[in-house]
C-alpha cells in the first residue's frame, strides 16, 4: 500500500487538518509536510511522506482507517503521514548538472530555456 516506511519508523507523524471552512487546506498540510521532511534532514534523520488523501485503506479510506485508529473527529483529513527513523540510504547532494533545465519554459510552455 506504499507505506513500507512505515513499519521500520521510530516516530511517524500524521499531518492532518480541520478542514471545515479551510479551502487551502491540502496546500496547507503540504507545507507542513515538507518543513518537516526539511528539519527531518537537518538532524540527519531518515523521513519518507507515505500518502494517505485519496488511497484505498483495507476497509475504508486510508485517511478513515487512521481517523478511527487516532480517534480523530470527520471535520479533519489526513494528507500524509511522515515515517522518521534512521536512514536506510545516503543518497548525494544533487548538483546543478543534475537539473533537469528541459523542464523550465520562458515566457510560454514552448519556449525552451
Ligand atoms: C506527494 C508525495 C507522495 C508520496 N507518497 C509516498 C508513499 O505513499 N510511499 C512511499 O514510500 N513514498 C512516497 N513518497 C516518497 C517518494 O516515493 C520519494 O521517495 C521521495 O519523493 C524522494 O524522491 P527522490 O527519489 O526524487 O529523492 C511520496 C512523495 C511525495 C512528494
Given amino acids: ?3 513500507p516506511p512505515l513499519l521500520q519508523a521510530d516516530v511517524a ?4 487538518a480541520n478542514t471545515a471552512g479551510l479551502e487551502l487546506w491540502i496546500e496547507d498540510a503540504a507545507v507542513a509536510s515538507t ?9 540527519n534523520v531518515g523521513a519518507c511522506w507515505i500518502h494517505i488523501r485519496g488511497r484505498a485503506g483495507q476497509r475504508l479510506t486510508a485517511d478513515e482507517e487512521i481517523r ?7 471535520n479533519f483529513s489526513v494528507l500524509n503521514v ?3 527513523g534512521g536512514k536506510g540510504e545516503n543518497k548525494s547532494a544533487r548538483t546543478e548538472k543534475d ?5 523550465v519554459h520562458r515566457e510560454n510552455f514552448t519556449s525552451q530555456a
Fill in 68 to 74: 478511527q485508529l487516532l480517534g480523530v473527529p470527520d
Fill in 35 to 43: 518543513y518537516i521532511l526539511l528539519a527531518a534532514e537537518q538532524f
Fill in 82 to 84: 511522515v515515517a522518521l
Fill in 99 to 103: 537539473l533537469p533545465f528541459q523542464n
Fill in 1 to 3: 500500500m506504499g507505506a
Fill in 13 to 16: 507523524i500524521v499531518v492532518m
